[in-house]
């Protein structure tokens, strides 16, 4: 008999909370407010789901790069277009267009950054380190892997003129030869080119990190220029990256007696 007597209380008790639930989500429904603020939450919600969802499937189904036959041929023996390893990477290949020293299109085959992978490798993580000094920059990569028959080409367009020591030897090979050089500039998020006191290919004085102080000095080159060209210096140098005096857009991975005992020349 007592547990008849508590089962049925219990059932009330159930039976009230329920109703009471029941009038209180009728009264929110009535109310015009709530229903505008129930709308709204939906369609935010809704909103931010598209959001994501459209995200994922973008960085998921992404163009494939068309390669050349050649560029299939340098990926198998191990060079990497640098963007599969980093796409917040900027790309245009002087060579591959006419705005360089020579005015003329150089590149007939190569329209990608490839580099020695380890290479790759390095060029990432001094970019990780340029957006953790300014998230607003990135790097703009003007030349990598450069074919040794185009660096033919180069020599004697400038072989017995002022601009013959700005240019390597073919016969040696430069470094970029071996895919392990770089040239680069920096850029903001819209892709404009920041100014670093010269142009690419430029052989006067300004473009010589050599002559950078009495630059300065001399009202030359400007405080911001020289600044930026520190940022991309110390960025690339954290990674392991090697100066030279001549080109401040030029970067060696490594010593040019290690690439060469080490390392193919690509013909």
Known sequence: MNKRILFFIIFMMLSGLCLFIRCTNNSNNDNPDTQDINVNKDKDQNKLANSSIADSIADVVKTPPEYSAYELALMKKGFVDVLSLDSTLKTD?????????????LYDSIQHCFLLKEVGEMLVEAHQTLKSKDSTVRF????????????????DLVRGTDEQKYVASPHKGSMHNYGTAVDLTLVDLDGKELDLGSAFDDFSNLAQPRH???????????????????MLKTSMKAAGFRTIQTEWWHYNAFHKDVVRSRYEMIK
């Open 140 to 155: 703009l990569l003007l030349d990598c892997l450069r074919p040794n028959h185009v660096q033919h080409k180069m020599w």
């Open 212 to 230: 950078e102080l009495g630059l300065l000095k001399d009202g030359k080159i400007s405080r911001e220029a020289l600044d930026r060209r520190w």
């Open 93 to 105: 290949l002087r060579y591959a267009g006419d705005q360089n020293f020579t005015n003329e299109i």
